[in-house]
């Protein structure tokens, strides 16, 4: 069993930067592989990113180029650094992770969720 909680959401300007963070319990995060998504209000939830357990990162179009992967399987932590936000990257973030270790941008893949952390991006 893994419990996720995220951490770093907020109000943020348009342009600007906000860093997420999903701490993992339990001593088998490193064979995970962990994944961010995101939901609007009325929308339907989107894949922003993934990291396997070796390393290996996958970002949505929409957020290539502006938002970064991390993860720190000392800290039991993956990060989601995220920069020159727009108002369309409001939504609700949530981490997850998957048993065996790799990615996926489907949601159904993953087997644990956090509880998500609010993100808004004015213009």
């Known amino acids: 069993q893994v419990q996720l909680v995220e951490s770093g959401g907020g109000l943020v300007q348009a342009g600007g930067s906000l860093r997420l963070s999903c701490a993992a319990s339990?001593?088998?995060?490193?064979?995970?592989?962990m994944g961010w998504f995101r939901q609007a209000p009325g929308k339907e939830r989107e894949f922003v990113s993934f990291?396997?357990?070796?390393?290996?990162?996958y970002y949505a179009d929409s957020v290539k180029g502006r938002f970064t992967i991390s993860r720190d399987n000392a800290k039991n932590t993956v990060v989601l650094q995220m920069n020159t936000l727009k108002p369309e990257d409001t939504a609700v973030y949530t981490c997850?992770?998957?048993?065996?270790?790799?990615?996926?941008?489907?949601?159904?893949?993953?087997?644990?969720w956090g509880q998500g952390t609010q993100v808004t991006v004015s213009s």
């Open positions: 997850a992770a998957r048993v065996g270790g790799y990615g996926s941008t489907i949601p159904n893949d993953y087997h644990y």
């Open positions: 339990g001593r088998t995060f490193s064979t995970y592989g």
């Open positions: 990291i396997t357990w070796s390393g290996g990162i």
